[in-house]
C-alpha cells in the first residue's frame, strides 16, 4: 500500500497524538507500507526528512509552541498544506489518504480526496469530537455541520476507545465507525531504581485535572515527593495554586521522551487525575514502566487501565488522597498494581494492534465496509479498583 498520511501534528510536535501516528506510520513500513506524511513544521524542523522509513514533509506555518497551538496557528496550516499535499498526490499516487484528527487534519483529507479520487480514512483522538473537549466546547459546536460533512465522506473512521465511538455516533457520524485500541512499544528500560515518587504527566488544561491533584495532595508529609511533568496554557495558574497549598509539589515541565521514561520507571505511582479522555497514551507508558495507577472514571482513563490501577471518581480530590493514602501505606498493594499494569501493557503493542489499521484502509481502497474485517477491541475491562 502506499499511503498518504496527513496530521497536523506530528514528533516532535504535539502529545498523545501525534505519538500515536508516528508509531501507525513507523510500523506500518515494518510491515512493508511505503508511507508518507504530510504534517505542520515549526522553526528549527527540517522541511523534509526521513524517520524509521517514514517520509516526512513539513509545512510551513505558524507555530510557538511543540506541545499546544492556537486555533489561530492552526488556520495557517490549512492552504500551505493542502497545496503541497496536491503536489505529493501527483507525485506518489497515493492508494489511500488516512487523516489523523478530524478536525483540522480532515477538511485537508476530503478536499485532497475530492479533487484526486483518494479515498480516506479518518482516525479521530479525542479533541477532534464535538462535546468531547470543554475547553473548545463553543468552537467545536459552531464546526459541527462541518464535521459532520467531513466524517460522511470517509471510508471509515477509527476510534481508540468504545466511549470516543460512542460519543461520534451520538454526534451524527454516518460512516462505519470501527475500534482500534492505541498500542505501544515495550521499553527495554533504563534501569532506574524506584523511590517514593507520585508522578503527574499532563498537558496543562483544565480538563486534565491536574488541579484536584494538587489540592490531594496540600499538607502531605513524610518522604515522598511530587512530580507534575508537561506544559501547557494553566500552567501559570497550577504553579500558583500549588505555591499557595502544595509547595510541596515540583514542577519539571515539557521533558524530552528519554526523561519521561526516567520518571516514569523510578517513580512507584503515576496519577492521571484527568475529567474527560479519549485513551491516554500516558497511562499506556506508565503501565509498561510498572508504575501503580490512580486514574479517575472518565471513561477513556477506566477502559484502558482495567484491573490495573485505582480508579477515583473524576475532579474528587478526596478521592485522589485516599488513593494516594491506600498506596503509601500499602508497599505489596503498589507491587501487584505494577504487576497487572506491566502484564495490561504488554496486550496493548503495536504489532499486535497495527494490523487492524493496514485492514481498514485496505477495505478502503477496495471500497468494501471495514465491518467485514475482524475486530480487535481493548482487552477486556472488569469492574476497576474503585475506592468509595
Request: some cysteine.
Amino acid at each position: 500500500m502506499k499511503i498518504l498520511s496527513l496530521t497536523y501534528e506530528y514528533p516532535p510536535i504535539g502529545g498523545g497524538g501525534s505519538i500515536v501516528a508516528a508509531a501507525v506510520n513507523e510500523e506500518m513500513v515494518r510491515m512493508g507500507d511505503e508511507v508518507t506524511v504530510l504534517t505542520s513544521g515549526m522553526k528549527g524542523l527540517p522541511a523534509e526528512e526521513t524517520v524509521e522509513g517514514v517520509v516526512v514533509h513539513r509545512t510551513a506555518c505558524v507555530r510557538r509552541h511543540r506541545h499546544y497551538t492556537t486555533t489561530a496557528e492552526l488556520l495557517t496550516t490549512l492552504l500551505p498544506t493542502y497545496q503541497r499535499g496536491a503536489r505529493l498526490i501527483r507525485a506518489i499516487k497515493p492508494d489511500v489518504i488516512h487523516a489523523h484528527f478530524i478536525l483540522p487534519t480532515g477538511p485537508l483529507a476530503r478536499a485532497l480526496s475530492r479533487r484526486f479520487n483518494v479515498p480516506y480514512v479518518l482516525t479521530a483522538h479525542g479533541s477532534d469530537v464535538p462535546g468531547y473537549n470543554p475547553d473548545r466546547f463553543g468552537l467545536m459546536q459552531m464546526l459541527k455541520p462541518a464535521w459532520r460533512r467531513i466524517v460522511e465522506g470517509a471510508s471509515s473512521v477509527t476510534s481508540p476507545s468504545r466511549f470516543l465511538a460512542g460519543m461520534m455516533r451520538a454526534q451524527g457520524c454516518t460512516a462505519p465507525v470501527v475500534i482500534v485500541p492505541n498500542g505501544h512499544r515495550p521499553h527495554p528500560g533504563l534501569g532506574e531504581t524506584r523511590r517514593n515518587r507520585v508522578l503527574v504527566v499532563a498537558r496543562m488544561f483544565p480538563r486534565k485535572g491536574v488541579q484536584h491533584f494538587i489540592d490531594a495532595v496540600a499538607g502531605v508529609g513524610g518522604d515522598w515527593e511530587f512530580v507534575i511533568a508537561g506544559d501547557g496554557p494553566f500552567r501559570g495558574q497550577l504553579e500558583a495554586q500549588a505555591r499557595n497549598i502544595a509547595p510541596n509539589v515540583q514542577f519539571v515541565g515539557f521533558v524530552n521522551r528519554e526523561t519521561l521514561r526516567s520518571l516514569y520507571e523510578s517513580s512507584r505511582i503515576l496519577v492521571f487525575p484527568s475529567i474527560q479522555e479519549n485513551f491516554p497514551m500516558v497511562l499506556l507508558e506508565a503501565m509498561d514502566a510498572g508504575c501503580a495507577i490512580v486514574t479517575t472514571n472518565a471513561e477513556g482513563c477506566a477502559e484502558v487501565v482495567g484491573e490495573a490501577g485505582l480508579v477515583v471518581p473524576k475532579g474528587d480530590a478526596q478521592g485522589i488522597r485516599a488513593a494516594l493514602d491506600r498506596l503509601m501505606c500499602d508497599p505489596q498493594l503498589v507491587q501487584d498494581l505494577s504487576v497487572r499494569a506491566r502484564q495490561r501493557a504488554a496486550r496493548l503493542t503495536w504489532p499486535n494492534i497495527v494490523g487492524r489499521y493496514r485492514e481498514v484502509l485496505q477495505a478502503a481502497i477496495s471500497n468494501r465496509s471495514p465491518a467485514t474485517t475482524r475486530t480487535i477491541e481493548l482487552p477486556a475491562v472488569s469492574t476497576p479498583q474503585t475506592l468509595r
